[in-house]
């Protein structure tokens, strides 16, 4: 009996051995981001350290769109909202003559998108309203369990980073919080991401349109209108984090202009601060672009990110596999 | 030495004991309302119940004023904002003949609250707005630290209820995540609800001004604005869960048919779903309104509760004691 008490024990311990030994970020090269990322939790986390956190104050940011997962060749909600419009072109007649509509009609993105951002605004009111909260949330879902991306073929929740899906895992590990703070749209991601990310839906910040409570026969419901109420990008992203966290974050994952202010906003902040961009260099497994790229487009950040103590991912360098490994 | 741990197992065993029998909801009296929590809340832990809930939608939302700290005479924001009317009168001059302001500044609080919620929300523009997100954090830190209730002439902060902070840590305990839903500002219970009830600030739902993100002589800030950006009052109530929590909470904590809407979308979800509303019937050791009050009015809630199945605490009878035990 005492022999086996024993061997149990050591067994345990031995498990406990292993699993520390494991490696949780194993989808990274041990390059320069990787020692980074490690040094900083252990000297935040480690107990009696000057720069320990505790524990409430363990907040990440994750950027979504080229920070989680893949955002070529343009948003994958663009790609939804154009799917949207030619579901409901029955209903909408007039938008057979009417810009931008028409041109998604037939086929022609780039013309669609020549409005910039208001015509990409005016095409998401006009298919991500009019409908209950739950209802929205049903279509992200069934649209996600089908489409599939044009040039991978992947659906698009396979084309999210393995070594991100690591990463949010390892602060996790480390008692952090970790939240998306993304310009995507709020009730977009969250139908998804907690099944994906392992983010619960109270810690998803996003763009979003004014709703609405109701009662509908007795039901309570919640209305979406086609008004904008928030754009959670650039210089909208610190507010959306103070609006929705209320503290500042110790650590910040980005990787275009868009991100620049909340890693600006993080890492000015008093005492251990980190702050992340994915640079996109792998034209090969992914796709390469930075300064010039309509999409997702890194241009400050690389200017700056030396001086201000930013890590730069070398996409190609450093991570030993891009997408995420599904199980089959 | 053998039974040296012998005798150390068995003393923790009957601290476990003790620490298992001690009851979490001690200020409660064992009348129906207490009954109704607990039954609910081993109903949704329990594993193996048909209404077990997982722990990621163990969602409880909680109103602030008049359900975890007092509301009488008036909502304590409403007294910040006249101490800061008076403490900002000799920068702004010109509110000596401007009501609402002229009336704070005689101490004629009833003429100046004669405007409604239209002359208190001028008010709060008025004394709110103007600031780093920072400085008004301190601002209403200092006020708490220092200013005493016109009646009690206790600290604000010592004036919330005894019974509702254990049923908050009795839910914790049970891996419910606690939010606050209050018509109140969300900047002005940030700085202090983690310490007295144990709210981290990303769990704290409020109404709000709109803030911009800029840059001042190197160093970003986020400035408050003169600007309404959300009532989270009545209907508002349910829009601020969606928006911050994206996700129906499982039980809803009120008072007031402010609250009414909450409670209304919390129970409505499919499952098992609780709401209870704090009658304030006690004029003696706080005190006693409903349906007249000017603050707190609870009318349409006193009508629905019992068909609505809303467990209904009648202060006076249910609660042993009502304000935070303090230690001195």
Do not use: C
């Not at 005492?2 to 498990?15: G, P, Q, W, Y």
């Not at 992914?286 to 030396?306: F, H, M, N, P, V």
Request: glycine share 8%; proline share 5%; charged share 25%.
């Amino acid at each position: 009996m005492k022999r086996l008490v024993t061997n149990s024990l050591f067994a345990l311990l031995l498990l406990a051995n292993a699993s520390a030994a494991a490696d949780p970020l194993r989808s990274w090269n041990d390059t320069a981001p990787k020692k980074a990322i490690v040094a900083f939790v252990e000297r935040v986390t480690k107990p009696g350290s000057a720069d320990y956190v505790p524990v409430a104050r363990r907040i990440a940011v994750f950027d979504n769109d080229g920070t989680l997962w893949a955002e070529q060749p343009m948003y994958f909600q663009a790609l939804f909202i154009f799917d949207r419009i030619k579901q409901l072109a029955p209903q909408n007649p007039e938008w057979k003559k009417k810009e931008p509509f028409a041109s998604v009609l037939k086929g022609d993105l780039g013309t669609a998108l020549a409005g910039g951002e208001k015509a990409l605004l005016e095409m998401a009111m006009a298919t991500h309203a009019g409908m209950t909260t739950d209802e929205f949330s049903k279509i992200v879902t069934d649209w996600l369990a089908t489409a599939k991306h044009p040039k991978t073929g992947q659906t698009y929740t396979e084309m999210v980073y393995q070594p991100m899906l690591e990463l949010l895992a390892y602060l996790r590990a480390n008692k952090f919080k970790t939240f998306i703070i993304s310009g995507g749209g709020i009730e977009f991601m969250r139908p998804w991401v907690e099944g994906v990310y392992g983010i619960p839906p109270e810690q998803v910040v996003g763009s979003s349109i004014k709703t609405k409570y109701e009662v509908r026969d007795g039901k309570p419901v919640i209305v979406r209108l086609p008004e904008l109420n928030f754009i959670d990008d650039k210089a909208g992203k610190p507010v959306g984090i103070n609006q929705h966290i209320g503290r500042r974050p110790i650590m910040a994952f980005g990787n275009s202009d868009g991100d620049f202010e909340m890693l600006e906003w993080t890492t000015a902040g008093q005492a251990a601060r980190f702050g992340l961009l994915v640079h996109h260099t792998d034209g090969e497994r992914e796709w390469a672009y930075d300064r010039k790229s309509r999409i997702g487009k890194l241009d400050k950040g690389l200017d700056e990110a030396q001086e201000r103590g930013w890590v730069l991912v070398n996409m190609r360098e450093d991570w030993k596999t891009i997408f995420r490994k599904m199980e089959k």
